[in-house]
């Protein structure tokens, strides 16, 4: 499974998520759930830190037993950083306050 698609899954878990949304929507709504609760990391570490760790936190609901991330065709040693990267390549195309923690 590639990776965009376990965050749209993820995304589409959550409480408060609209199944009518498209899929930039899904990805601005889970945009502004990371920014909030990332700020001070995004500033103090950067982005990339900042959104590797969100996903490691369980931001959200992703698999995340190593066996798993295998399952699904990734290497352990580097999904978490490969999650962020797509999530933050996919939210590049949405106009947000994302643009205020690039330097």
Not at 55 to 83: A, C, K, R
């Amino acid at each position: 499974m590639d990776l965009k698609t376990i965050i749209l899954d993820a995304i589409r878990l959550q409480d408060d998520y609209n199944t009518h949304w498209s899929e930039k929507e899904a990805f601005a709504y889970a945009l502004n759930n990371f920014i909030a609760s990332k700020d001070w990391e995004i500033k103090r570490y950067g982005i990339l830190e900042a959104c590797t760790s969100y996903f490691q936190g369980l931001g959200l609901s992703v698999p995340y037993m190593n066996y798993d991330i295998e399952q699904l065709g990734h290497d352990p040693e580097t999904y978490w950083e490969d999650l962020a990267k797509c999530f933050l390549d996919n939210t590049l195309k949405i106009s947000s306050p994302y643009s205020l923690f690039i330097s």
